[in-house]
């Protein structure tokens, strides 16, 4: 090749380079679309489509599943105002589900209550919805569950559809419970505790969960009470009551902070 044939050849080729850069690099940033954790494609670590990875939706093959430690109902007041014992009425239910996925939740968990008598025949149901916290134990707290003059002998809690799992934060962990009292537990029993807001931010809609135990273990009464705001570096005195003695005594004393988890 001639030295105007060279000449020739690479004039026409920066042109041809200026062209591709100049509308090429505009055409493949206009067709490229970057890998998200919407797209549809298991891309960019994730261990399923759209799951896992850096995505918020967690890949549920790489989980624990929740369990349910416990459930039981515990009677609050007689069907009739003379009876003592041995007649139903109204009770409160708890059952606390243990998540064993560290920073991993579920925004929406529907639930059901269900209580059997000693025939093991359905006498009252309730149905609810929930979240999982990010954390060891999430206890649910159902109240004024009526069952007639039937009597509560098994109690069963379920989760009554598939979850979504997320990537999650606890604000609970933020809540300390101090100072836990409790008094007159053969006649009216009262709890009362100090509760402490250690983060930076206000909590709002906290609901504390009291759960009482004997020696056993065996769970004695349950209780629930809300605040609907404590404030940054805040604390207030919190207070449960029952209207009826425990009939036991009592070992340990759990007061479970639950707070709605939010997105990481």
């Not at 399923?48 to 609050?76: E, H, Q, Y």
């Not at 708890?94 to 920073?103: F, L, M, Q, R, T």
């Not at 135990?213 to 349950?222: I, L, R």
């Amino acid at each position: 090749m001639s030295w105007s044939s060279r000449r020739r050849f690479l004039y026409l080729f920066g042109i041809v380079l200026f062209f591709a850069m100049v509308l090429g690099v505009p055409f493949v940033l206009w067709v490229y679309e970057p890998p998200t954790c919407f797209d549809g494609k298991q891309n960019q670590g994730e261990t399923a489509i759209d799951k896992g990875g850096p995505c918020l939706v967690a890949d549920v093959r790489t989980l624990m599943p929740p369990a349910v430690m416990w459930s039981r109902a515990f009677l609050v007041r007689s069907a009739t105002p003379e009876s003592v014992n041995g007649e139903g009425g109204i009770y409160n239910a708890v059952a606390y589900i243990e998540n064993p996925n560290d920073g991993v939740g579920v925004l929406r968990a529907p639930y059901r209550f269900k209580l059997y008598d000693e025939q093991n025949v359905l006498v009252a149901e309730r149905e609810g919805v929930m979240f999982v916290m990010p954390g060891p134990i999430t206890p649910v707290f159902e109240g004024q569950i009526e069952t007639g003059n039937r009597i509560v002998s098994r109690t069963f809690f379920e989760l009554s559809e598939d979850l979504k799992w997320e990537r999650l934060q606890n604000p609970a962990h933020f809540v300390e419970v101090g100072n836990k009292a409790l008094e007159n537990t053969n006649t009216s029993p009262r709890g009362s505790a100090r509760v402490v807001n250690t983060s930076v931010r206000p909590l709002r809609n906290i609901l504390f969960v009291a759960v009482l135990f004997d020696s056993a273990g065996n769970t004695v009464a349950a209780s629930q009470t809300a605040l609907e705001r404590l404030e940054a570096g805040g604390a207030e005195d919190i207070v449960f009551s029952w209207s009826r003695p425990f009939g036991a005594h009592t070992a340990r004393f759990d007061i479970i902070p639950v707070v709605a988890p939010t997105t990481q």
